[in-house]
Structure formats: structure tokens, C-alpha cells
């Protein structure tokens, strides 16, 4: 019986090896990724071409745009937005480009691509140090309304002096920053400069709830009182890019000393429900 039982183990410990040795070599994309049964996928992007990313799929903010931030958004700039290796490298620099002490890049799809409801799914690798200010969020497509009339999804913000918390809000005419009304949460999660995490909404019309990895951490519903406190039934673009310093990004000083710092961005994924 025991030399039985010593076979019978030897089977299922080979069998195991068999199923997770290749995804601690090669890294598994597995986790918080939508279910095949839920979930169809609408528009991509895996970042495998190397060079300056799609233009059929990106654009570009340019120069100096919000909340008082240091960077100064380049455009089509290698330096600053490239693929290389598999994924979207958004890279802040301190290299004096133009006369712009700090560059790096903002990549956005309006005028390409927006979307209303589904699920909205990006895995990346953070920047890290004190004055970075990494974002995943979307903006809507709702004139003649302006923002935050107009709506704002923030899938992932973080900021170099909480390295370990990832914070979800959203923005409204009714709930926004400015008026101390905004709805969100946090969360903290094993090194996000060192890891990969996937960071996703699903978006509903009568909710939408906030991921990171498979943990759901904040849910916003429709109230069903109109546009001021729910803008989220018009289509929204995505926006990624990388800040350094501002109202937020800057709070407790900044350290250029930490630069340059790269934002890995290995997939973009956008679903609609089955």
C-alpha cells in the first residue's frame, strides 16, 4: 500500500510540474482575463510590432495638458512611446527635449475607437518613484457636454508616494474631484512596478464594477437620475499615459533623480457581453 501510495504521488507531483512549470517560465496571462462564456472580444491591441505604436489605434495629447503636471506630452517620439519586446513602452524622461525639462507620452484612441458598455481590460507593469503618476482611464464622447459633465472612468491611477495602492474614480457633473463629490476606491496589491497586473471594468447599463486581477474592489451604479450622475450611456475613449509631478502626482514633492521610469503596457483588450 505504501509503495502505492508513494507512485500514486509521484503521478500527480509530475502531473502538476507538467501544468505549472511553463507558466513560471514563460508567465501566463491567466488572471482577471474575461471568460470566454461572458465575454466576446470586440478590438486589440498586443503590442507586437515593433517601432511607434499603430496609428490606426492611437493618437496623441501634446505639451503640457492638466492639473499642473511637470512632463510635456511629445508626439510619435520613440523616446517617449515605443513597442518594443511585446509591449507599449511609455517612458518618462528627464532629457531637456525642446527645452521641456521632463517629456513623456499620453496615447489616447478618440477619433479611432469608443466604446459603451463591455468590458475593458488592460495588463501592465507601472512606473515607480516619487512624482509618478501612471493612469489606464476614459474620457466620453458626449457634446456639447465638457468635462465632468461629459463623464470620466479612471480603470487605474497611481501615484509614486503610495506605491502599493491602485485607486479607481469615476467623474460626473454631480460626483467629481473638484467639488469633493467623487466616487472611488482603493486598493493594494503586490508590487505593481515589479508585477504585471490586469486592471479591467465591466461596464454595465445600470453599473459598473472595477477589477484589478480577479478582485473586485468598487462598484458605481446608475442611479437613474440623468446625464449629471451618469454620462456612462454615450461612448468613451480610452486614454494611457504616463504623468510626472502635478496636483496629485506631486503632492509630496518630486524626485527626478528616479527618472528615466518606463510604463509597460503588454495588451489592451475590449469586449462586449455576449
Known amino acids: 500500500m505504501k509503495d502505492f501510495a508513494r507512485k500514486y504521488s509521484s503521478h500527480i507531483a509530475a502531473l502538476i510540474a507538467a501544468i505549472c512549470l511553463p507558466c513560471l517560465i514563460y508567465g501566463c496571462r491567466t488572471a482577471g482575463q474575461a471568460s470566454a462564456q461572458k465575454w466576446e472580444l470586440i478590438w486589440s491591441d498586443e503590442f507586437k510590432t515593433p517601432g511607434l505604436p499603430d496609428p490606426n489605434k492611437w493618437s496623441y495629447e501634446e505639451g503640457y495638458r492638466r492639473n499642473k503636471e511637470l512632463q510635456y506630452y511629445t508626439k510619435a517620439r520613440r523616446e517617449n512611446a515605443r513597442v518594443e519586446a511585446g509591449c507599449l513602452v511609455i517612458e518618462t524622461r528627464k532629457d531637456d527635449f ?17 466604446w459603451c458598455y463591455g468590458r475593458v481590460e488592460v ?40 506605491p502599493l495602492t491602485i485607486h479607481a474614480n469615476i467623474h460626473t457633473k454631480a460626483y467629481n474631484h473638484v467639488i469633493r463629490t467623487n466616487k472611488g476606491n482603493k486598493i493594494e496589491v503586490s508590487d505593481p512596478s515589479k508585477n504585471f497586473h490586469v486592471y479591467a471594468i465591466e ?5 459598473m464594477d472595477f477589477f484589478v486581477d480577479q478582485t473586485k474592489y468598487f462598484t458605481f451604479q ?11 450611456d454615450k461612448p468613451h475613449y480610452l486614454i494611457l499615459n504616463a504623468a510626472y509631478g502635478g496636483s496629485w502626482g506631486g503632492q509630496k514633492g518630486v524626485d527626478d533623480s528616479i527618472l528615466p521610469q518606463k510604463y509597460l503596457i503588454d495588451y489592451v483588450r475590449i469586449y462586449k457581453s455576449k
Open 98 to 114: 525642446e527645452g521641456h525639462a521632463i517629456t513623456s507620452a499620453s496615447l489616447h484612441t478618440r477619433d479611432r475607437a469608443s
Open 123 to 162: 495588463r501592465a507593469k507601472l512606473p515607480a518613484g516619487r512624482g509618478m503618476w501612471p493612469a489606464i482611464w476614459m474620457l466620453g464622447i458626449n457634446p456639447p457636454h465638457r468635462w465632468p459633465a461629459c463623464g470620466e472612468i479612471d480603470i487605474m491611477e497611481n501615484v509614486g508616494f503610495e
Open 203 to 207: 461596464w454595465f447599463e445600470d453599473h
Open 222 to 232: 446608475n442611479e437613474g437620475t440623468g446625464n449629471d450622475t451618469w454620462p456612462f
